[in-house]
């Protein structure tokens, strides 16, 4: 998508230009960046382009973009061509070589303190003068006091004057150095490392570093454990069995290899394989999970991993001695936990445990004393690793967009950027001086449910992205969301018509939206620091009323038939509730305490499954089973067409389908196929809607599946 204004930048650099592209959008103004160059597309070509069509030429300004020479090439073109040049200093340095030459003599935006300040103020003028056709750049945020400028001093100075001025040089150089930063991590190159067809991810480094341990394979079905050397050569295949093998986690003295064998319906098992290729064996089961994450503690027989606690009714950190098979529960947290992890150093244990519906706290255990503190909070999903010297955890967090990864120092000190990409990054692991990342270049569109087994599905709009959370409005309307645009928003397509955007939400992680039964209202759920802000819009894309919560939960929003009410559930009193549009501040609890959870209310009973467990009720004096097939803990609502349950069977053996089970009773028929459906724990949860006037369903396929793993190489700076 160009735009009168082209966002110079270095890759390290991205969540400025990301940010700087989205105040620019809110200004209403069109920016171009390199996040904007499709799939398979020449970028060259497309960024010759780019900049041939703007006119003015933005430059964010660093120590690592001064060491690019690609940026260097777009300022002389920019020069040359005559555009308006507007460069940024993203730190408090010189330019120098190329740089110096082009940007000597110019007016320079300081924005190395208060940056998000200054480039909202730069933004607003930058659309001042696109709306305007002005060059004026006197509405800029220049610091003009020093631009241009090159101060010296004439005369002598008396030796008082020398004296005192030394003195305090010296005095001033001892202050800076009592407040010089620590050294920060930071990524100085990228490159691809293991990259085919198959879905390659959760690295794993060696002890010293020179392997690398990984699973792969052609689905999350059958993935197997690998290892390889970064040196080069091809990956050892460690594991052959029938299950799915993922985890990996190195012994101590690298001989040997953790992993969990999972299959669905079955709890996990925990496994130990001798490495290169020696003998596999059984050391554990869980109780309840059918997948969880291992991690062996450094100088010991210890694997920990995370597992239904019966005390607790919950999940718990659990410690596995597989010497002598001792088994014993570390935490009493509840709720999600995910990316179980020990320091390198054997002291601490760190996890990602969801807090809330749109916040994942970074969980520092003291495996010493047991204590438990909380180093950092993420929005939206993210995973964690450890830093090689055990002082500081990676974390990485994605908003639909792409992905951040940012450094949270043990020692307390301010989280610090590292890394960003336009591509979604998970599975961290630090080692040997690089942090191998599990990147998932992964496209999902909307399909139409097919009346026979397919290979392919029925591709509604191919875009690039991701498309989800499809819902119908009684007149056939379809609203989804769809980060294509480059922003997190919601999209409508009526009858026959294309799609449009309806809202942008810009970067802020969208949940899932629900169109009320009589179809003038939409509640969309955005993620905000701990918790989730509920929107009520218009179906015009108006703003009816915003609330917030702490919580979501599975299968929600959804609404009261009457369309008055949005019903999810709320941690904070332990109940799915009610909740007016007119008066969000009240809620009503409409079902029992957990483990019920998922409600749908029809005119003809309310719908209810468990947390955990498989099965849809009805709910009543008694529960009803309804389904004893649908899944347990999925995310999209419990849905209908007409008087027929909608389940979903998506890892049938004839491939994903859809059955109806009706309401009434009775046996369960195959209704619809759906290739490139999904319900992965943790992964893809495909959406199915029926459209009310004409029956069709409409369902979100996995049109794309490829993650990679690729390897970055840190520095100190």
């Known amino acids: 998508m160009a735009g009168e204004i082209f966002i110079s930048y270095r890759r390290t650099d991205e969540v400025w230009a990301r940010l700087l592209h989205g105040l620019l959008r809110a200004e209403g103004v069109e920016a171009w960046y390199d996040a904007h160059i499709a799939p398979g597309e020449d970028w060259r070509i497309a960024t010759a382009k780019a900049l041939e069509d703007s006119r003015i030429f933005v430059l964010l300004f660093s120590s690592n973009a001064a060491q690019s020479s690609d940026i260097a090439k777009e300022l002389a073109a920019a020069t040359l061509e005559k555009k308006l040049i507007i460069p940024v200093r993203l730190e408090n340095i010189s330019p120098k070589g190329a740089f110096l030459y082009e940007l000597a003599s110019r007016n320079w935006v300081n924005a190395f303190e208060n940056t998000e300040e ?126 799915d093998d993922v985890s990996p986690s190195w012994s101590p003295d690298g001989t040997r290899i953790a992993y969990i064998a999972k299959k669905a319906g079955e709890p996990c098992r925990i496994m130990v394989a001798t490495i290169p290729a020696g003998e596999i064996r059984q050391v554990g089961r869980c109780r309840q999970e059918e997948l969880t994450s291992v991690s062996w503690r450094p100088g010991t027989a210890f694997l920990y991993y995370h597992d239904f606690a019966e005390r607790l009714k919950g999940i718990a950190v659990f410690r596995l001695d597989i010497d002598n098979g001792t088994l014993m529960q570390v935490t009493n947290k509840l709720g999600a936990i995910r990316h179980l992890q020990c320091s390198p150093d054997g002291k601490s244990l760190l996890y990602m445990w969801g807090q809330t519906a749109s916040t994942e706290a970074i969980v520092i255990i003291d495996l010493g004393s047991g204590k438990e503190r909380t180093l950092g909070k993420i929005i939206g999903r993210g995973s964690a690793t450890w830093s090689e010297d055990s002082r500081a955890v990676l974390a990485s967090t994605a908003s639909g967009i792409g992905s951040e990864i940012t450094a949270y120092p043990l020692s307390g000190d301010t989280p610090y950027h590292v890394y960003a990409a336009t591509i979604s990054i998970s599975h961290l692991a630090a080692g040997g001086g690089s942090l191998a990342v599990e990147t998932d270049s992964s496209r999902e569109n909307l399909s139409r449910a097919l009346a026979a087994p397919a290979t392919q599905p029925d591709i509604v709009e191919a875009v690039n992205g991701r498309t989800w959370s499809p819902t119908f409005a009684p007149d056939g309307t379809l609203a989804f969301l769809s980060n294509r645009s480059g922003t997190n928003a919601i999209w409508t397509m009526k009858p026959g018509t294309a799609s449009v955007m309806l ?99 029809r005119n003809d009973g309310i719908f209810i499954a468990k947390f955990g467990k498989d099965g849809v009720w009805q709910f009543g004096k008694e529960p009803r089973l309804i389904s004893a097939k649908y899944p347990a803990n999925f995310e999209p609502p419990i849905t209908f067409k007409g008087d027929d349950l909608l389940v979903p069977d998506f890892n049938a053996p004839d491939g994903p389908r859809i059955l109806a089970q009706p309401v009434t009773g009775g046996p369960d028929r195959v209704l619809a196929y759906a290739p490139g459906a999904q319900a992965q724990d943790g992964g893809l949860m495909s959406k199915m809607v029926a459209n009310p006037r004409t029956g069709e369903i409409i369902y979100v396929a996995a049109v794309q599946g490829d993650t990679n793993i690729d390897l970055l190489t840190l520095a100190r700076h």
């Open 118 to 243: 200054k480039l909202a103020e730069l933004a607003k003028g930058l659309a001042h003068l696109v709306k305007t056709g002005a060059r004026d750049e006197s509405v800029l945020p220049f610091d003009r006091s020093s631009a241009g400028a090159s101060p010296t001093s004439k005369g002598r100075r008396s030796p008082l004057l020398i004296a005192a001025a030394a003195v305090t040089t010296l005095a001033a150089f001892v202050t800076a150095w009592s407040l010089w930063p620590a050294t920060h991590m930071m990524v100085e190159s990228s490159r691809p490392f293991i990259s085919t067809l198959a879905l390659e991810g959760e690295p794993a480094f060696s002890p010293d570093g020179k392997m690398l341990a990984y699973s792969s394979g052609k689905d999350t079905l059958s993935r197997k454990i690998y290892v390889r050397n970064l040196a080069g050569g091809d990956g050892t295949k460690i594991t052959s069995d029938a299950h």
């Open 503 to 601: 809202y942008d939400a810009g970067l802020a992680p969208l949940f899932r939206i629900q169109y009320s039964p009589d179809g003038t209202k939409l509640a969309a759920a955005i993620a905000r620091a701990d918790g989730i802000t509920m929107k009520i819009l218009t179906a015009g894309g108006g703003t009816m009323v915003s609330f917030d919560s702490p919580t979501l939960g599975y299968g929600h929003p959804t609404w009261t038939p009457d369309s008055k009410e949005v019903v999810l559930f709320d941690r904070q009193v332990l109940h799915v509730v009610r909740i007016a549009v007119d008066n969000p501040a009240s809620r009503m609890p409409i079902a029992p305490a957990p483990p019920w959870g998922t409600v749908t209310m």
